[in-house]
């Protein structure tokens, strides 16, 4: 049997309960669930050992595929220790990877010279993913994946690629304050997001199920929908609904261009005690919920699309947004056969939407015709081999892997299905994207720098009498020292320096060497032998094509000597300019004290260095005494105009105006 076979364990049970039939070859036919999940695939292996027998031989998973697991008997022993070994042969199969060639090396030249292109990037060492369903009713599948898959995943992304896989649990992170303040949604939202942005390979997961979750309110209403809603219900009398309406909306007039409604947080609607009456408001914003939904489409338009679950928005964000490849986003559905007839009046509001009416249970048919069409949209979506379909009959409470052994089983090939899948699709990601992206550590140093330079610009102001400064000393070649920007905490010595490399790039040929460095932004600029070995590698790069890289455990005092040699590489033709921040406050491993006096006194012709330092400090203090004071450039302070330009600009970013009063 090949490796990758053996790493894959059954955890189904070979025959049905009568030993009769394949469960298998029923998952081929007329299985339960829905019509348009995909059978399995005929060329899975059994053996048929008689009545009950395990699949003990390697299981062949195919994506798309559905499965059975009803056999209702009592756990057997070994499952968990059998799930260990599959995880393991698995993590065994999926070692032993070379990376593919960068196809255009033209990428580290442009970083050397400070000017990549919009579309260069470095790899993300950051497998994130957003694991996303209702709370209640996925529980057991949850805990089993933090128990036995996670690790797994996280030891073969560390060993095997050098990433960090970081599994997002909304469980884990929703406080009682966000809640409070209606930031629930938001927050889910953004981490969906974040997921789809940074992730390398797999982003999204879904485990949406029998149950649609809770439908939060919309965040914001604009002005005119508001107005539009209110004459509604003024209109159809519906005077309890409109006082419902008024309660939890409020304007909110600081939004730029245009006035909105938002959603109050609970503090402010139910008093300083909202935590003990925290059920009440949910419940009346259900019903304003069903108000809303109630109205016609003349009335709210596209704010329909909004009314929807949380889960639903967490998919619309993971899975549907148009830049999110569909290949990063899997569906692990799970069916409950006869959920209602089976399961006890507690555990019926756990797996599914329920509405309580005079002590009475019903199933929330809104809900449910919501959850349907939103996993069809899901199927229409994504491919068949993103897409895993379980069956699982269910215990009275549900769930009960401590009860039922076909719980466990299944429980056990969830956790092997979501780690081979997300395994094999973090392996697809990084064969396509090394290919790319830079994943060089010089060149994935040198990038981090240059975009956290570009993004410090962003709402921010240039100092005006530091950019003129700059631009005589970059112009004049008589000015063969260092430039030194300095000023207090909190003066903008890290946006000057930002600026200065902006300025830097658009004062000089494109022909330029600009290198930019934030002191402690990386784990590469936390020390100074770091932070000039980053340098000594850059420059030299840059004049030489040399990427092998120095001498990383070489003393202070040599990386020094080799920076003043790559100086003098400077030429007419290939100017060089170095801009550094906050390196007065790294520190030597040795003497564990800062200083800048590696820094020449002199620079050598076409060679120009900026670099920012704060007042106050040895290091700073002791370059003032060695040095003339042509170096040194204080930060003024912003003049009004400039400090209402930079509130104005953040206002922008933020999308919020200054009232009259400020």
Request: charged share 25%; with cysteine; aromatic share 8%.
């Amino acid at each position: 049997t090949s490796k990758q076979a053996k790493a894959k364990v059954s955890f189904l049970p070979a025959m049905d309960g009568d030993g009769s039939k394949p469960l298998l070859a029923r998952a081929t036919g007329s299985a339960p669930g829905d019509p348009d999940l995909p059978r399995a695939s005929p060329r899975v292996p059994t053996t048929q050992a008689g009545s009950g027998a395990k699949l003990d031989i390697a299981r062949i998973s195919f994506f798309g595929t559905e499965r059975v697991f009803d056999h209702g008997r009592a756990p057997e022993d070994g499952v968990v220790e059998k799930l260990g070994e599959a995880l393991r042969a698995l993590e065994d199969s999926m070692r032993g990877w070379t990376a593919p060639e960068l196809k255009d090396r033209s990428i580290h030249t442009r970083i050397a010279h400070g000017r990549p292109s919009v579309n260069d990037r470095a790899l993300e060492r950051i497998v994130r993913v957003f694991f996303s369903s209702t709370f209640t009713d996925t529980k057991h599948e949850r805990d089993w994946l933090i128990a036995h898959a996670f690790p797994v995943l996280q030891r073969w992304c560390r060993d095997e690629h050098k990433l960090e896989f970081l599994p997002v649990d909304m469980r884990w992170g929703l406080s009682d304050s966000s809640a409070g303040m209606q930031a629930t949604v938001a927050a889910c939202v953004h981490e969906a997001r974040k997921c789809r942005l940074e992730s390398v390979g797999p982003a999204f997961v879904s485990f949406q199920n029998d149950k649609y979750g809770w439908r939060p309110l919309p965040s914001r209403l604009k002005n005119e929908l508001y107005s539009k809603i209110v004459e509604a219900l003024q209109t159809a009398g519906r005077d309890s609904d409109l006082k419902l309406l008024q309660r939890w909306y409020a304007e909110d007039t600081n939004t730029g261009d245009t006035a909105q409604y938002v959603l109050r947080p609970f503090p402010d609607v139910l008093g300083a005690d909202w935590r003990s009456v925290v059920v009440t408001g949910y419940q009346e914003q259900k019903v304003l919920w069903l108000v809303l939904d109630s109205l016609p489409d003349t009335v709210i338009g596209s704010l329909r699309d909004m009314l929807v679950s949380v889960t639903e928005l967490e998919i619309i964000e993971g899975a549907f947004r148009e830049s999110q490849p569909i290949n990063r986003c899997f569906w692990f559905h799970r069916t409950l056969p006869d959920l209602t007839a089976t399961l006890d009046k507690a555990s019926l509001a756990r797996y599914t939407d329920v509405v309580v009416e005079n002590d009475v249970s019903r199933v929330d048919e809104v809900a449910i015709a919501r959850r349907e069409a939103m996993k069809a949209r899901i199927h229409r979506h994504l491919p068949p081999q993103q897409k895993y379909s379980y069956t699982v009959r269910p215990a009275a409470q549900g769930i009960d892997a401590s009860a039922r052994g076909d719980h466990q089983e299944y429980l056990a090939a969830l956790c092997l299905d979501v780690t081979e899948a997300i395994m094999k699709n973090v392996r697809e990601a990084l064969n396509d994207r090394c290919q790319t992206t830079v994943t060089h550590p010089f060149f994935v140093e040198a990038l981090g720098h240059i975009r956290h330079s570009e993004a410090s610009c962003v709402g921010a102001l240039a100092p005006a009498a530091c950019m003129a400064r700059l631009k005589d000393y970059l112009a004049d070649p008589a000015q063969t020292y260092p430039l030194v920007f300095h000023g207090d905490t909190g003066a903008g010595k890290s946006v000057t320096a930002a600026f200065a490399f902006q300025h830097a790039l658009a004062q000089t040929a494109p022909s330029a060497v600009i290198v930019v460095r934030f002191g402690a932004l990386t784990a590469r600029s936390t020390t100074l032998q770091q932070f000039l070995n980053s340098l000594v590698n850059h420059i030299a790069f840059a004049y030489s094509g040399r990427e092998e890289g120095c001498n990383e455990n070489q003393s202070v005092a040599n990386v020094v000597g080799e920076i003043d040699l790559w100086l003098h590489k400077a030429s007419a033709e290939k100017p060089l300019v170095i801009v550094l921040d906050g390196v007065d406050s790294l520190y030597v491993d040795s003497k564990n004290q800062p200083f800048l006096t590696w820094i020449p006194a002199r620079l050598p012709p076409h060679c120009k260095i900026v670099l920012t330092a704060t007042n106050g400090t040895p290091s700073l203090d002791q370059l003032q005494t060695e040095r003339a004071a042509e170096t040194f450039f204080p930060i003024p302070a912003p003049t009004e105009e400039e400090f209402t330009r930079i509130v104005e600009r953040g206002c922008r970013v933020i999308k919020h105006a200054i009232s009259e009063e400020t």
